[in-house]
């Protein structure tokens, strides 16, 4: 699957943002989708994740601001992004993972190794 991310700019703090992630080659709702974020100098890190059947994950510390939902139809994911934060600053990255080969994506939807197929990025920046 093919994924291309878009959505990103520049924000002021506090204001809000919506990433989008769409899908093309493969049978979109087939997919297990996670956003994930990288910071100038700093690791990758997982930002929420939805499995192919709606069930949603986020990092403990962006839980109430910022919000993943699926639509199939569109063979899009899209990421709310509220109350944004300067510290929120950093290259967006969707990805994606078939759920025939993964049986414990619960398990595992934070890990970057687990999804196989890649967005371009989308930077977003918030100023302050």
């Known amino acids: 699957v093919q994924l291309q991310a878009s959505g990103g700019g520049l924000v002021q703090a506090g204001g809000s943002l919506r990433l989008s992630c769409a899908g093309s080659g493969a049978p979109f709702s087939n997919h297990h989708m996670g956003w994930f974020r990288q910071a100038p100098g700093k690791e990758r890190e997982f930002v929420a994740a939805?499995?192919?059947?709606?069930?949603?994950y986020y990092v403990d510390s962006l839980k109430g601001r910022f919000t993943i939902s699926r639509d199939n139809a569109k063979n899009t994911v899209y990421l709310q992004m509220n109350s944004l934060k300067p510290g929120d600053t950093a290259v967006y990255y969707c990805?994606?993972?078939?759920?025939?080969?993964?049986?414990?994506?619960?398990?595992?939807?934070?890990?970057?190794?687990?999804?196989?197929?890649w967005g371009q990025g989308t930077l977003v920046t918030v100023s302050s």
């Open positions: 990805a994606a993972r078939n759920r025939w080969n993964i049986n414990n994506f619960g398990g595992e939807h934070n890990s970057p190794a687990t999804y196989y197929y």
């Open positions: 939805i499995s192919s059947g709606g069930i949603t």
